[in-house]
């Protein structure tokens, strides 16, 4: 690595690597954030690298316990640059802060404190005790938005929730009858399987399940172990026991949400499947939170309309992602409805991207307010 004299630059030049090593992981660790981490001994000819670490699959090991495994005996004396708050409590891992001091780290940069009510502060708390320089906030707006859904999780008891749209130029999401159609073409495709990959649970209505019979998996090259939960909003548990979503409830799990008064019978045999069936009752925000229970920290929305003008009456989209295709589909089709509106022209929602992928437009929104 090139040597810079500006401390600061060094510092926000690393820890922008340690938030994009964690991003690699994105929608693999719930219920744990996805955390990136660096052991740097920094050396008269410029910082080195001693150590690298991100959260794995499932939430463990921390970060910082595969940074400071690489380091060994190099990281007594170094930095650590991580992107969120070194853990303070005791689970199945030891803390992390306490693993840096007996690593003798003689400096911690973190991006941000942990508002995990288990840390808060007291990760921070021990490195200062032992003795360590400790800076916070270095990189805390792009570590933050990595971590968007652990913190929401956290903080509002429900995920961080992506709403996708594919709209034909005529303003339509289906064909007549919710017929499915095909509104874009490779590349926005690809774009949208990106989506499932870094996404914790992919959610649809029952209508869009039994419309369109999807797999809702991630189809990408030799990324199928990246394939979301699959979440099914089914009231009254509907979906036929051959759906395709129950053909590999072994490889990529099924939850059905129903409203608690299903058919047992029904439930029985679609458990029997693979399903696993939960029960919330009072409307999408319940749903959201049950998720957030079972320790999903982000969802995609991807069907269907009702289920986005649900999440959209109810201020529960934080993000969206509208892929324009060039087909249109005519006068019957499903047309996108009061979400679309809301995000486009309701001021809620500012447009922070937008890239031309082949004859598709990918928008990207944030909510503003």
């Given at each position: 690595m090139p040597a810079t004299s500006e401390p600061a630059e060094r510092d926000a030049r690393l820890m922008a690597a340690a938030i994009r090593l964690g991003s690699r992981e994105l929608g693999?660790?719930?219920?744990?954030?996805?955390?990136?981490?660096?052991?740097?001994?920094?050396?008269?000819?410029?910082?080195?690298?001693?150590?690298?670490?991100?959260?794995?699959?499932?939430?463990?090991?921390?970060?910082?316990?595969?940074?400071?495994?690489?380091?060994?005996?190099?990281?007594?004396?170094?930095?650590?640059?991580?992107?969120?708050?070194?853990?303070?409590?005791?689970?199945?891992?030891?803390?992390?802060?306490?693993?840096l001091v007996k690593a003798g780290i003689s400096r911690v940069v973190s991006a941000t404190e942990d508002p995990d009510d288990r840390v808060s502060g007291r990760g921070h708390a021990i490195l200062r005790d032992a003795g360590i320089e400790l800076v916070v906030g270095v990189g805390a707006s792009e570590a933050s938005a990595v971590n968007a859904g652990h913190i929401m999780r956290v903080r509002a008891g429900r995920p961080w929730v992506t709403l996708k749209l594919a709209v034909s130029r005529d303003g339509m999401i289906a064909g007549p009858g919710g017929a499915p159609v095909a509104i874009t073409r490779e590349h926005a495709r690809a774009a949208s399987h990106m989506l499932r990959a870094t996404n914790d649970a992919i959610l649809v209505g029952?209508?869009?399940?039994?419309?369109?019979?999807?797999?809702?998996?991630?189809?990408?090259?030799?990324?199928?172990?990246?394939?979301?939960?699959?979440?099914?909003?089914?009231?009254?548990l509907r979906l036929p026991g051959t759906a395709r979503l129950l053909a590999n409830t072994a490889d990529v799990p099924v939850w059905l949400v129903s409203g608690g008064k299903a058919n047992p019978a029904r439930k029985s045999v679609l458990e029997a499947r693979g399903a696993a069936v939960l029960t919330a009752d009072g409307g999408i925000r319940a749903v959201l939170e049950t998720l957030a229970g079972q320790g999903i920290t982000r969802v995609l929305v991807e069907g269907g309309a009702a289920v986005a003008a649900s999440l959209s009456e109810t201020g529960l989209i934080d993000h969206a992602v509208i892929f324009d295709g060039a087909v249109e589909i005519g006068p019957h089709g499903i047309p996108a409805g009061s979400a679309l509106a809301a995000i486009r022209s309701g001021g809620a929602y500012r447009r922070v991207d937008e890239a031309k992928l082949g004859d598709d437009v990918m928008s990207t929104y944030l909510r503003s307010r």
């Amino acid at each position: 690595m090139p040597a810079t004299s500006e401390p600061a630059e060094r510092d926000a030049r690393l820890m922008a690597a340690a938030i994009r090593l964690g991003s690699r992981e994105l929608g693999q660790t719930w219920p744990n954030p996805a955390v990136g981490a660096l052991i740097v001994r920094h050396e008269p000819d410029g910082p080195v690298v001693v150590g690298r670490g991100w959260t794995r699959k499932g939430g463990r090991p921390h970060a910082e316990a595969e940074a400071l495994a690489e380091a060994g005996d190099r990281a007594r004396g170094a930095t650590c640059y991580v992107s969120l708050e070194p853990c303070s409590h005791h689970g199945r891992t030891p803390p992390c802060a306490e693993a840096l001091v007996k690593a003798g780290i003689s400096r911690v940069v973190s991006a941000t404190e942990d508002p995990d009510d288990r840390v808060s502060g007291r990760g921070h708390a021990i490195l200062r005790d032992a003795g360590i320089e400790l800076v916070v906030g270095v990189g805390a707006s792009e570590a933050s938005a990595v971590n968007a859904g652990h913190i929401m999780r956290v903080r509002a008891g429900r995920p961080w929730v992506t709403l996708k749209l594919a709209v034909s130029r005529d303003g339509m999401i289906a064909g007549p009858g919710g017929a499915p159609v095909a509104i874009t073409r490779e590349h926005a495709r690809a774009a949208s399987h990106m989506l499932r990959a870094t996404n914790d649970a992919i959610l649809v209505g029952i209508g869009t399940a039994l419309a369109d019979d999807p797999d809702l998996t991630c189809r990408l090259p030799g990324m199928a172990d990246r394939s979301p939960v699959r979440v099914v909003l089914d009231t009254d548990l509907r979906l036929p026991g051959t759906a395709r979503l129950l053909a590999n409830t072994a490889d990529v799990p099924v939850w059905l949400v129903s409203g608690g008064k299903a058919n047992p019978a029904r439930k029985s045999v679609l458990e029997a499947r693979g399903a696993a069936v939960l029960t919330a009752d009072g409307g999408i925000r319940a749903v959201l939170e049950t998720l957030a229970g079972q320790g999903i920290t982000r969802v995609l929305v991807e069907g269907g309309a009702a289920v986005a003008a649900s999440l959209s009456e109810t201020g529960l989209i934080d993000h969206a992602v509208i892929f324009d295709g060039a087909v249109e589909i005519g006068p019957h089709g499903i047309p996108a409805g009061s979400a679309l509106a809301a995000i486009r022209s309701g001021g809620a929602y500012r447009r922070v991207d937008e890239a031309k992928l082949g004859d598709d437009v990918m928008s990207t929104y944030l909510r503003s307010r």
